[in-house]
């Protein structure tokens, strides 16, 4: 794992989206697993502005996101779907077709979450997927005791979960209860990830699933196993790690090894 440790949000959101644009300037047709909630926001602004100004080109750009609730249909205003439209989506140039958020009113929902598995695989699965953290260290909806082998489902949000995400409902009562959410298996398959967080509330969330034991009650913990991620974080969010200072000599050193190597 690659642990960054930036100054603040806004220096989170610029390093991530370096990755991001590089991944796609690297491989046009990247297929991108997005995360909603306040922390990709940043990232997405950052993006819509390497869209406009420096024409980042999204066009061949095909994603898949994380999750959404239960019960609420697309142009609900605290849908995934319209989050995403209204933050990121309508603001580049990705066509429709090839965007790809779970709906949270399907009828056969069984059926549906099969099919958003074989859609991933089929388009050649995730070459880059951005999460974000709860404060119970779910990744995506995948809340503590999830299988850290399943698939896309339906999971019952925490009490926590409901508690923290009502900020964006008139009453927690409005909050749904269930949401469909790759698994940890599907997000595991990404070929690259990269976590996102922020703030002093996810410091014990970060360090429980970097420094911590890989377990189903911290699902984020499961990144430890994935071959190619990068964790990036702001300096309130990074202060329960124990090893920060050997995680900054790292990337201190990041550019001097390549030199070294290649020239
Ligand atoms: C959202 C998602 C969630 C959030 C997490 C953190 O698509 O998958 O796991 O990333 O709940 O949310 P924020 O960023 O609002 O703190």
Known sequence: ???????NYSEISIEASGIVANQ???????????????????????????????GLDFSKVISFNLDEYIGLSKD???SYNYFMYH??????????????IPNGISVKQLEYCEQYESLIKNSGGIDLQILGIGRDGHIAFNEPSSSLSSRTRIK???????????RFFKNISDVPRFAITMGVGTIMEA?????????SSKAEPIAQSV??????????????LHPNTTI?????????????KYYNWVYKNKNVIYNQSYN
């Open 1 to 7: 794992m690659e642990i960054i440790i930036k100054n």
């Open 24 to 54: 796609i300037k690297s491989k046009p047709n990247t297929v991108l697993g997005l995360a909603t909630g306040s922390t990709p926001l940043g990232l997405y602004k950052e993006l819509i502005r390497l869209h406009i100004n420096e």
């Open 76 to 78: 609900h205003p605290q």
């Open 87 to 100: 933050n990121f989506f309508k603001k580049v140039n990705i066509p429709a077709n090839n965007i790809h």
């Open 156 to 166: 019952t949000l925490t009490q926590k979960t409901i508690k923290d995400n009502s």
């Open 191 to 199: 070929k690259k990830i990269i976590l996102l967080a922020s703030g």
């Open 211 to 224: 420094e911590g034991p890989i377990t189903s009650m911290h699902s984020a913990s499961a990144i430890q």
């Open 232 to 244: 990036v974080v702001d300096r309130q969010a990074s202060k329960e790690l124990k090893e920060k």
